[in-house]
Nanobody
Framework: QVQLVESGGDSVQAGGSLRLSCAAS????????????MAWFRQAPGKEREGVAA???????SYAESVKGRFTIYKGNAPNTLYLQMRDLKPEDTAVYYC??????????????????WGQGTQVTVSS
């Protein structure tokens, strides 16, 4: 098992910035971080969960079109930390943001069905 804990959600005005954090811990050493893919998803009320950004173990990122140029996904110095830097936030970015992980051996995807470890979510609210 891999446990994921998000933090950093807040209420901001449009145009503002936020950084979300995700701390991962594993229950068994057989879960190696060398093949892990981590991602951020979000879900707004009444909408399906959508992929925002993903990053593989080599640091290669992938972004949804709606956030390209505004959001940056990156890993911390420790192998089990993940961040999402969000800039120029818009009201449509309002959602619960989830950290997710899967051992996909380099397969980078924003399909939620491919991820089997999820955090509890952190709320981001952007007001106009």
């Amino acid at each position: 098992q891999v446990q994921l804990v998000e933090s950093g959600g807040d209420s901001v005005q449009a145009g503002g910035s936020l950084r979300l954090s995700c701390a991962a811990s594993r229950s068994s050493p057989r879960y190696t971080y060398s093949t892990i893919v981590m991602a951020w998803f979000r879900q707004a009320p009444g909408k399906e969960r959508e992929g925002v950004a993903a990053i593989d173990s080599d640091g290669r990122p992938s972004y949804a079109e709606s956030v390209k140029g505004r959001f940056t996904i990156y890993k911390g110095n420790a192998p089990n930390t993940l961040y999402l830097q969000m800039r120029d936030l818009k009201p449509e970015d309002t959602a619960v943001y989830y950290c997710a992980a899967a051992f996909l051996n380099g397969f980078l995807t924003l399909n939620a069905n491919s991820y089997n470890f999820w955090g509890q979510g952190t709320q981001v609210t952007v007001s106009s």
